[in-house]
């Protein structure tokens, strides 16, 4: 019997609460994140009820831009046993234009009635430029195309008016508030009238910054150091790239809990970046006569292996050119030896690096010489101009002339010349190259044989079957070795991507995601390659896709295996939502699904 009071007592209390809470007064509420905001700043509207609410009829809001909504939010509380619910609406919106603007009450039906919120008065100054708001589509649709309010790609120089030949670095970053599930690079920008170096970024950098009172999420994706070619105004082309985005939708499934919280769906976004005008002012005139288009800050020097040698040894006379700029264009300097010096095409060296702040380094010419005989013998000095843009004047460097004495060489012209410095395996030349010519009489007897008859002529005959039955035997032995070779490939294919795999684990221990991700790609990249005996040059997406549909694998497989293959490459450019142990487990999934499917 206490039992049953018990239960009874549970049941009045429950239905108390419930009565009390339906019996409550509705209140329906809008708020805003500012009164007082710029052009191009963004904001959020709220409208919150303390009840369920059906029908919910937004306000016209075309004053404003859109960038998200309606977001709607629940949340329930349980104080002093009394039951609670707030239902939220909510828009972030962009102030496009300036003035005082009236967002009008959102209306919505509560227990039979119809409730509408209070008016909210937004004050717009004056701030940034921003494009008339776009056609919208349906907010709720996952198909939509593309957006640049929650991501973006900002292409900018460090300056747009400069010399021909003078180095600009162009840099390309990804701002993002969303979460990228995968990229992939449409079309690169064309640099038409550029010669270019790629600086290597390697792992992106993310770091936060924040923009009209939001967080953004922020990493360099590619810089590049540009060297103009030719004057006038030259344009780089957008960067163009897709990208994956995990958005949450609000309602619509079938589920209740898509219809409570929402769903989320992978939603394609194409962005382009902004061209970039650049204008490029031509050499100033009139020009030094030793003047071939180097831009920077430049030094140069000359110098010798040795200031006395031998006669028929060789000399190395090296120019160094050093600085910043456009080092990698420099031309070989025109030196001018005396006529007795035997000359060679000089080798050259590089040693240039490129780094966030532009290129820097040296080009070194080294030409070798070999004097034939002995005398003083003097090179002179060489001229090299260059522009210097930062002084907006040419200057023009000299160098020292060298001196060398060259001494009797040791035998007769017929002894060996070599090349007696430190890059002596560079040439070794031998005095019996040219030999002289004998003038002692000598007998030439004439033959009277003929070989065609002749028994060596038979003899030779009767061989020329058993060469075309070796050459076809050799031939067929060459095929099937070929054969042989790929059918172990494809055996072992497993056993080298293990290899691989192995590596990308260690990878994960020592914390360093872009060796992992190399590593997973390479063993995925060389078991197909081994596996289905596709040659490194044809190992793509496309060409794996088809081979696979050929020998019938699995769509699934097919499809898990490009999917990672993508992944991988874009995790490159920004962070991933998938860890690397699970990567790692796929990849090794997708192996094994292979392998027992391809006997």
Known sequence: ???????????????????????????????????????????????????SISNFKAPNLSNFRVLSGPNQSTSMSWVNGKTSSTISYSYVLMAVKEGEFTIEPAKGIANGKTYATNPLTISVGKGVKVQQNP?????????????????????????????????IIATYQLYTRVNIAGNELVKNADL?????????????????????????????IRKIILFPQRSGDLEIDPLEMKFIVQQRVAGGGQSI??????????????LKSKPIKIHVVPYPTPSPAGFKGA??????????????????????IKVKISGTGNINLIEKPELIFPKDFETYDPKIKDDIKTTATGVSGSREFDYLVIPRHPGQYKIDPITFSYFNPAI???????????????????????????YSSANKEDIQVLGEDIRYIHTNNTTISHSNES?????????????????????????N?????????????????????????????????????????????????????????????ELNQTNIKEKLIQININDQTTKELIDTIELCDMARFAPVSTSEQDVYHKAESIINKIEQEVR
């Open 192 to 220: 038409n009238g550029f010669w270019s170096q790629e600086f290597d970024l390697g792992q992106s950098q993310w770091k936060q910054e924040i923009i009209g009172g939001y967080r953004w999420n922020v990493a360099t």
């Open 135 to 167: 056609t919208q589509e349906n907010n709720n649709s996952a198909k939509k195309e593309s957006s640049s309010e929650d991501l973006y790609i900002k292409s900018s120089v460090n300056k747009t008016n400069v010399y021909q030949g003078e180095q």
């Open 257 to 270: 809990f898509d219809q409570f919280f929402g769903r989320v769906e992978n939603v394609e976004y194409n």
């Open 295 to 316: 831009v920077g800050t430049i030094d140069m020097k000359m110098n010798v292996s040795a200031n006395e040698v031998k006669a028929n040894e060789a000399v190395n």
């Open 1 to 51: 019997m206490l039992v049953q009071l018990k239960h009874i007592g549970i049941t009045l209390l429950l239905f108390i609460t419930v009565v009390t809470s339906f019996a409550q007064e509705v209140e329906f509420t809008a708020q805003t994140s500012a009164n007082e905001v710029k052009t191009g700043d963004r904001f959020q509207i709220q409208f919150t009820a303390n009840t």
């Open 392 to 418: 907006k004047k040419y200057s023009t460097i000299t160098t020292e002339p060298i001196s060398i004495n060259v001494l009797k060489g040791d035998g007769s012209t017929s002894d060996n010349i070599v």
């Open 477 to 537: 032995k060459i095929r099937k070795a070929q054969s042989d070779i790929a059918r172990v490939k494809s055996k072992k294919a497993n056993k080298v991507a293990s290899k691989l795999l192995s590596s990308a684990k260690q990878s994960i221990a020592a914390n360093n995601k872009n060796a992992f991700y190399e590593d997973i790609s390479k063993a995925l990249f060389g078991y197909i390659g081994d596996k289905l005996n596709i040659a490194p040059s």
């Open 451 to 475: 070989f065609y008859g002749s028994w060596k002529f038979y003899g030779l005959l009767s061989l020329a079957p058993f060469l075309f039955l070796f050459a076809f035997f050799f031939r």
